[in-house]
């Protein structure tokens, strides 16, 4: 069984920073990569940052310049430094994880983690 778990939300104003946390435990044989997504209310999930096994990086063009994704692949453990936070990036935070536990490699989800940035 794997679970994914998401950490270090929270309320900040605005130009603050946050970071976040993601973890993967269980039956892991390969995670491939990690990603941050996040939705607001109204609007649909769209991407924040992901990053791959060999540390290859994708930005959501909103965040880029402003949030840091890395990964620390022995604690299969992924971050999300966000500074200059913004009132739009109130949203959920999501943590995806595309790994390998069975046969095949599956997309596994945290329950998420609020982030609210007040002006």
């Known amino acids: 069984q794997v679970q994914v778990v998401e950490s270090g939300g929270g309320s900040v104003q605005a130009g603050g920073s946050l970071r976040l946390s993601c973890a993967a435990s269980?039956?892991?044989?390969?995670?491939?990569?990690m990603g941050w997504y996040r939705q607001a209310p109204g609007k649909p999930r769209e991407l924040v940052a992901q990053?791959?096994?060999?540390?290859?990086?994708t930005y959501g063009d909103s965040v880029k310049g402003r949030f840091t994704v890395s990964r620390d692949n022995a604690k299969n453990t992924m971050y999300l430094q966000m500074m200059t936070l913004r009132p739009e990036d109130t949203a959920v935070y999501f943590c995806?994880?595309?790994?390998?536990?069975?046969?095949?490699?599956?997309?596994?989800w945290g329950q998420g983690t609020q982030v609210t940035v007040s002006s």
């Open positions: 995806n994880a595309y790994l390998e536990s069975g046969p095949f490699p599956f997309d596994y």
């Open positions: 990053i791959t096994d060999d540390g290859k990086t």
């Open positions: 269980g039956r892991t044989v390969r995670i491939y990569s």
